[in-house]
């Protein structure tokens, strides 16, 4: 009934039941699974943090290997920083081209504070016990998981491409549809050099479509496309207090406390609702339209859901549904640092304070119109502004000091349009594998969206597919095998459907 109930807006007659070409896929798979998992893991074994440029070349060398063996041709972009794989399939019979785009980079983190097996030793787990995938020939539960470093993030999505691809080109399918698949380095470390090197190489992935694959589905755990997503950036900021620390007892009273100074400024930037109390923090946001506001009310509502799981009592915004702000522009505190604390505490007063904070913007925002906000309301908080440690002079002249630094001019805000006919046509494939489908105006991360809808002009569509809870960015990070088998579905349908 809520496929029928979405459909309604769409004006596009939806399939009945998973088409011939994905229940045949369903069918390799099933007989299958340990190999697509077995190569899973392999290339989750592979270290693939963004700084180590030999480790990315590693798992740029193998996956460019495991894309030819599908029948691709594999170009490497060179970059400033880490390659772009760009993997091209043509097929006789194409009515258009789709463009994919995954990333093979990872998170940092660090091996010491994983509790289930370790960033770049996968292991399989069901429910507590750890799961040796040759003990039986028992079809794998769906509830399966496998934990290890970029699993979920992005991994886990290149490996169910590439099963689709194996279950299609097995069972002799009809394609009707040449691919590219855009795989990026850099996407953990912003993906600095990206949108450049795809405008330099604009005809190796123009396409009819693009399908960025990235982020965890909807709560709800329903299938999840997404037309938009956050940009994003920050600024650390730093007050300045005496010029060393100094004896708590002898000077406290006396110096001025930057670690007070800073909460106090920071907590400036928020009133007691959780609104950004920075002057003209909104201005310049586009609403929602009609259709991306139905598009939200047809969503299951997961708040309850989400304060259970978090421990929390209570929202921010208890009066708004987290889908609604994922539409707003947020302002967090992501760091702060000043003094000691625990087994190293001293009786001091530091001679600094520092504080990073993140922004992330929506429709009619940027990040240099947010940034300069910021700055202004530091401005107004009776700060004087310097650009390195203030010298001498400036110590004794201003009682106020604090430097601020633009720390994350990551990615820029992407946004698609739900009515195009050809992103109608990738949610109706998907939405056609068993009539649900949640459709999402922006997803509250960042992505390089903005890189294949405003720099390539290409209708867009985000599509998320690994389990909401995958601990991505953070330790244990996990995939749930049973959205791993349907991710297969949801790309073979993608690469079958009829114009």
């Given at each position: 009934?809520?496929?029928?109930?979405?459909?309604?807006?769409?004006?596009?007659?939806?399939?009945?039941?998973?088409?011939?070409?994905?229940?045949?896929?369903?069918?390799?798979?099933?007989a299958?699974?340990?190999?697509?998992?077995?190569?899973?893991?392999?290339?989750?074994?592979?270290?693939?943090?963004?700084?180590?440029?030999?480790?990315?070349?590693?798992?740029?060398?193998?996956?460019?290997?495991?894309?030819?063996?599908?029948?691709?041709?594999?170009?490497?972009?060179?970059?400033?920083?880490?390659?772009?794989?760009?993997?091209?399939?043509?097929?006789?019979?194409?009515?258009?081209?789709?463009?994919?785009?995954?990333?093979?980079?990872?998170?940092?983190?660090?091996?010491?504070?994983?509790?289930?097996?370790?960033?770049?030793?996968?292991?399989a787990?069901?429910?507590?016990?750890?799961?040796?995938?040759?003990?039986?020939?028992?079809?794998?539960?769906?509830?399966?998981?496998?934990?290890?470093?970029?699993?979920?993030?992005?991994?886990?999505?290149?490996?169910?491409?590439?099963?689709?691809?194996?279950?299609?080109?097995?069972?002799?399918?009809?394609?009707?549809?040449?691919l590219?698949?855009?795989?990026?380095?850099?996407?953990?470390?912003?993906?600095?050099?990206?949108?450049?090197?795809?405008?330099?190489?604009?005809?190796?992935?123009?396409?009819?479509?693009?399908?960025?694959?990235d982020?965890?589905r909807?709560?709800?755990?329903?299938?999840?496309?997404?037309?938009?997503?956050?940009?994003?950036?920050?600024?650390?900021?730093?007050?300045?207090?005496?010029?060393?620390?100094?004896?708590?007892?002898?000077?406290?009273?006396?110096?001025?406390?930057?670690?007070?100074?800073?909460?106090?400024?920071?907590?400036?930037?928020?009133?007691?609702?959780?609104?950004?109390?920075?002057?003209?923090?909104?201005?310049?946001?586009?609403?929602?339209?009609?259709?991306?506001?139905r598009?939200?009310?047809?969503?299951?509502?997961?708040?309850?859901?989400?304060?259970?799981?978090?421990?929390?009592?209570?929202?921010?915004?208890?009066?708004?549904?987290?889908?609604?702000?994922?539409?707003?522009?947020?302002l967090?505190?992501?760091?702060?640092?000043?003094?000691?604390?625990?087994?190293?505490?001293?009786?001091?007063?530091?001679?600094?304070?520092?504080?990073?904070?993140?922004?992330?913007?929506?429709?009619?925002?940027?990040?240099?119109?947010?940034?300069?906000?910021?700055?202004?309301?530091?401005?107004?908080?009776?700060y004087?502004?310097?650009?390195?440690?203030?010298?001498?002079?400036?110590?004794?002249a201003?009682?106020?000091?604090?430097?601020?630094?633009?720390?994350?001019?990551?990615?820029?805000?992407?946004?698609?349009?739900?009515?195009?006919?050809?992103?109608?046509?990738?949610a109706?494939?998907?939405?056609?594998?068993?009539?649900?489908?949640?459709?999402?105006?922006?997803?509250?991360?960042?992505?390089?969206?903005?890189?294949?809808?405003?720099?390539?002009?290409?209708?867009?569509?985000?599509?998320?597919?690994?389990?909401?809870?995958?601990?991505?960015?953070?330790?244990?990070?996990?995939?749930?095998?049973?959205?791993?088998?349907?991710?297969?579905?949801?790309?073979a349908?993608?690469?079958?459907?009829?114009?």
């Amino acid at each position: 009934m809520r496929g029928l109930l979405m459909a309604g807006f769409t004006s596009v007659v939806l399939a009945a039941a998973p088409s011939p070409s994905v229940m045949r896929v369903r069918e390799w798979r099933a007989a299958h699974e340990r190999q697509i998992v077995a190569e899973l893991m392999q290339l989750v074994s592979l270290p693939n943090i963004a700084s180590n440029k030999a480790d990315i070349i590693k798992n740029a060398d193998v996956l460019t290997g495991m894309f030819e063996k599908r029948g691709f041709t594999v170009a490497r972009v060179q970059t400033p920083g880490s390659p772009v794989l760009v993997a091209r399939r043509d097929s006789a019979d194409a009515t258009g081209t789709l463009t994919f785009y995954m990333h093979y980079d990872g998170q940092p983190t660090e091996a010491k504070d994983w509790t289930i097996g370790q960033p770049f030793a996968p292991v399989a787990m069901l429910g507590q016990a750890r799961f040796d995938l040759a003990s039986t020939s028992a079809a794998l539960s769906p509830d399966l998981r496998i934990y290890g470093r970029a699993v979920a993030d992005d991994k886990g999505p290149i490996v169910a491409f590439l099963a689709a691809m194996d279950g299609l080109l097995e069972t002799r399918a009809a394609l009707p549809w040449s691919l590219r698949v855009v795989l990026d380095g850099e996407e953990e470390a912003g993906s600095p050099n990206f949108t450049a090197a795809m405008t330099a190489n604009a005809p190796a992935v123009r396409a009819d479509l693009a399908v960025i694959v990235d982020s965890p589905r909807h709560p709800s755990g329903l299938p999840t496309v997404f037309y938009g997503s956050r940009g994003v950036t920050g600024a650390e900021i730093t007050i300045y207090g005496a010029t060393g620390d100094l004896h708590s007892g002898n000077y406290g009273n006396f110096v001025p406390d930057p670690a007070m100074a800073l909460t106090k400024l920071i907590a400036s930037m928020k009133d007691d609702a959780g609104n950004v109390a920075i002057k003209g923090f909104y201005d310049g946001v586009v609403p929602l339209t009609a259709t991306e506001r139905r598009a939200i009310d047809e969503i299951p509502n997961v708040d309850q859901k989400l304060l259970e799981q978090f421990g929390l009592a209570r929202a921010e915004h208890p009066d708004s549904r987290i889908e609604l702000q994922h539409n707003r522009p947020t302002l967090t505190v992501a760091g702060l640092q000043s003094g000691t604390v625990g087994a190293n505490a001293r009786n001091a007063v530091s001679g600094s304070a520092t504080g990073r904070v993140e922004m992330r913007l929506v429709n009619g925002l940027n990040e240099k119109t947010q940034f300069d906000r910021l700055v202004a309301h530091i401005r107004d908080q009776g700060y004087f502004i310097v650009n390195g440690p203030p010298d001498a002079a400036t110590r004794r002249a201003q009682p106020k000091i604090a430097r601020v630094t633009q720390t994350e001019k990551g990615f820029p805000i992407g946004k698609g349009k739900m009515e195009d006919p050809r992103t109608v046509m990738a949610a109706n494939a998907i939405r056609a594998l068993d009539q649900r489908l949640v459709q999402m105006p922006t997803i509250g991360g960042s992505l390089p969206f903005s890189t294949f809808n405003e720099a390539l002009k290409l209708p867009t569509i985000g599509l998320a597919v690994v389990n909401f809870d995958n601990n991505q960015h953070a330790i244990n990070e996990n995939l749930r095998v049973g959205h791993l088998w349907e991710a297969i579905d949801i790309f073979a349908a993608l690469v079958t459907m009829s114009r």
